[in-house]
């Protein structure tokens, strides 16, 4: 019989999830795990995982890792690829995270054009601390933090970081991907493969934001939070390839 | 500009840090250094905080890194050096201290020591902290501190004043060990073999405990190992200042001139203020019973002293806080001040 | 043996270059130096100073209580300066532009027409270095010609045109004093 389903080499035998059924990190990390089996990079790779939920990733992809305090992830990925710049070396973020205890590490990693990559979670919500409103959380979402939904005269808009990036001449590649549903976790494999490759080519920084599901904290069933991803979360962040400039090989050409 | 020049001796290839007086001088020359020897990185930071976690991710990539600042900065970096000490990272941090607290000013004071010395962070922490008198010290310290960063695999703390920062003195650079740091420790790829994690989240509180405990240990070893301190003029001596950085220099000063009007004043100067020097002071207060802590603060390495001699000596206190560096000559007075009238000696403490 | 000297005037007028040139002169003699310049946002468009010990063992202090030589390029230097300088103590005022003058009797004063000999040799920047021509005259200790290399080597590479100014500008100042 013909094996058509394994665990990826980079995720860590003998674990179990501790994510929440129906959580999109652990879709993600399997996805990355994938990815860097692909590539045949886990040997050379060193990821930095946050605080929040998944902080735990080192428990489940194979490769080296070093935590993070809440949002310096890019400025330690930072330090670790300028002393070891032939390494890969990805930092692994949630919204809260990136968008709002780290914002200043992010934009600046980016605007140093640090040849990275950063995997963006974002879910709306803060996931681990249970389900505050977060820079990202949807004009109207109720969170534990905005109990009557979230309101602009008091808390703002809901933040669109990789449009952000994108404003960057040091960001190369950004690309908002959701795992949801099986076509756009294809479809985000493809992108952190991608961005993986630019790395590795030395093209310079780049952003896969990925919307995920937290049913937990918005109090959903898997099911319904896969919906409400495609229903509204897409609507205020829509998908697809944001910025992508031509891999050096090409520019060389030119 | 000389603790520049002492960490790439002594094989710093990493700094990152934030323009901030008075330490900016140290910034410039790594940033104009740094890129002549190989495999050095300068980075300017957006902020202390970027910082500190540069030089971690720096350090767990398996370098001798380093951070500098002056007072708010390093308020700014406690995120960090609490990782550092969490993860059992090596680094080296240079607190150019100036007046405060907030903004406070960007004279030479003494305000930090608690900060210093007590972690600065959250958590069940030290820091080793190295208090240069000299610039010939302050060279010296800075490789020291580098040796003992990687040799207990913990942040080190170079904490100097403005004016240690800015005085010029002629110096001799000591010869740079070679580097004792397995690369176990480090995080450089698993290649074929077993991936590692550096972390400092212990969720179970048991496990916890057993790493604070494990940190604890290892905080026994460097305080029974590692003090230093220097003892001048003690011979006969009938009043001993305790001072350290600059005071302790403007107490030499001083201790001249009060030698020269008949008080026989000696200088117990502690070098590593974490490990603070216990055991040499306690001895101490067996042969003198008066002590006189002097600082450019309001009194913190005053409990210290007070730990130290547990109610054996007399200790009294002068302080000059907020950035005013006193002339020898002005706290000569204030000792004779302090120390004329025997009867009232001490009492304020 | 401790001699302490601070150098003030104009941020500028060039007295933290003099200061720490005399402190690399002395070093260069063989003694113990501490050089302390003041900083910070005083130094901007104020008064600038530096504090140059020299001694032939260990120095304790950096910080001069009392000065046994000032060198005073402004008025707020003289003003500021004669209070704290020690007794018999030697202050040098650059008179071009001072005209404060101190009040104790117990100092000897020495008023030096710097801007005038330095517009003499043709460059009325050197004004400092014939101020250190005659502190050099009164303080001894380091031998003109080392003080000369201190000072060309720490103006590096520049011109030597400059380095031939400079050295006349010593001299001036240097011959100046008796």
């Known amino acids: 019989m013909k094996k058509v389903f394994s665990r990826p080499k980079s995720l860590k035998e003998n674990f179990i999830y501790h994510y929440c059924p129906g959580c999109g990190h652990s879709i993600a990390h399997r996805l990355v795990a994938e990815v860097i089996d692909e590539l045949g990079i886990r040997g050379i790779t060193i990821g930095v995982p946050p605080a929040g939920c998944a902080v735990l990733a080192y428990y489940y992809i194979d490769v080296d890792m070093i935590e993070a305090q809440h949002g310096r992830g890019p400025a330690l990925a930072t330090g670790i690829k300028r002393v070891l710049p032939d390494r890969i070396v990805f930092s692994y973020q949630g919204d809260g995270d990136l968008a709002a205890i780290g914002t200043a590490e992010s934009l600046h990693a980016a605007n140093r054009g640090e040849n990275i990559t950063v995997f963006f979670i974002n879910n709306a919500v803060y996931g681990m601390t249970g389900g505050q409103m977060a820079p990202t959380t949807i004009l109207g979402q109720k969170t534990t933090t905005s109990a009557p939904g979230r309101d602009i005269t008091l808390d703002g808009y809901p933040i669109k970081m990789s449009e952000i990036l994108c404003l960057l001449p040091g960001v190369k590649y950004v690309e908002r991907c959701a795992v949801n549903s099986p076509a756009n976790i294809v479809k985000t494999k493809k992108a952190i493969k991608k961005a993986f490759q630019y790395q590795i080519d030395g093209v310079g920084f780049s952003m896969i934001e990925i919307l995920s599901q937290c049913p937990t904290n918005w109090k959903m069933s898997s099911i319904d939070s896969c919906k409400w991803i495609d229903e509204v979360m897409v609507k205020e962040y829509p998908l697809g390839v944001l910025k992508d400039v031509t891999a050096p090989e090409k520019k060389k050409g030119k | 500009m000389l603790i520049g020049e002492a960490a790439i001796r002594a094989g710093c290839r990493f700094y990152a840090g934030y323009p901030i007086t008075p330490q900016n001088e140290l910034t410039e020359y790594m940033s104009e250094n740094m890129r002549k020897v190989k495999d050095g990185i300068f980075i300017q930071s957006e902020s202390e905080i970027a910082a500190i976690h540069m030089v971690t991710g720096a350090s767990a990539a398996g370098v001798r890194a380093m951070t500098s600042s002056s007072s708010p900065g390093i308020s700014l970096k406690q995120d960090g050096i609490s990782s550092l000490a969490a993860c059992e990272l090596p680094a080296v941090i240079v607190n150019m201290m100036r007046g405060g607290p907030g903004l406070g000013n960007i004279a030479p004071a003494q305000g930090d020591y608690f900060q210093a010395t007590r972690g600065g962070g959250h958590g069940d922490y030290r820091t080793i902290v190295l208090a240069p008198a000299s610039c010939q010290e302050l060279a010296d310290l800075t490789m020291d501190a580098f040796d003992l960063a990687d040799e207990y695999r913990n942040p080190a703390i170079i904490l100097a004043d403005g004016m240690m920062g800015q005085m010029m003195e002629p110096t001799v650079f000591k010869k740079a060990k070679p580097r004792n740091y397995s690369e176990s420790f480090m995080l450089r790829g698993a290649g074929k073999g077993k991936s590692k994690i550096i972390k400092g989240l212990v969720l179970p509180p048991l496990e916890m405990e057993e790493h604070n405990w494990k940190l604890a240990r290892k905080y026994q070893v460097i305080s029974d190992k590692e003090t230093r301190h220097e003892a001048f003029n003690l011979d006969n001596a009938e009043l001993v200042v305790v001072a350290y950085g600059t005071a302790a220099r403007i107490t030499k000063g001083a201790i001249k001139r009060l030698g020269e009007s008949g008080l026989r004043v000696g200088l117990f100067r502690p070098i590593t203020l974490w490990p603070f020097p216990v055991k040499a002071l306690r001895e101490l207060s067996h042969k003198v019973k008066n002590f006189l802590v002097f600082e450019m603060s309001t009194g913190q390495m005053l409990e210290d002293v007070r730990l130290a001699l547990q109610g054996y000596a007399n200790i009294d206190f002068h302080g000059r806080p907020g950035g005013v560096v006193p002339t020898p000559a002005e706290f000569a007075i204030a000792v004779e001040r302090e120390f004329r009238d025997k009867d009232t000696y001490g009492r304020q403490f | ?178």
């Open chain 3, 1 to 178: 043996m401790l001699v302490k000297t601070i150098f003030s005037g104009f941020g500028g007028q060039g007295v933290m270059m003099i200061g720490y040139t005399f402190a690399h002169g002395a070093m260069n003699a063989g003694y113990h130096v501490t050089y302390l310049p003041s900083y910070g946002a005083e130094v901007r468009g104020g008064t600038a100073n530096c504090t140059v010990s020299v001694a032939d063992e260990e120095i304790a202090s950096p910080v001069a209580s009392e000065p046994e030589y000032v060198v005073a390029m402004n008025n707020p230097s003289v003003q500021t300066f004669q209070n704290r300088i020690a007794s018999n103590g030697i202050m040098l005022i650059n008179s071009s532009i001072t005209d404060a003058r101190p009040n104790r009797k117990d100092i000897t004063v020495y008023e030096i027409p710097a801007g005038e000999i330095a517009e003499k040799i043709g460059n009325p920047r050197a004004s400092n270095v014939v101020m250190i021509g005659a502190l050099l005259k009164k303080i001894g200790m380091i031998p003109p010609e080392t003080y000369l290399n201190s000072l060309e080597t720490i103006l590096g590479d520049k011109k030597k045109a400059v380095a031939e100014t400079n050295r006349r500008a010593f001299a001036a100042g240097y011959d100046y004093l008796k």
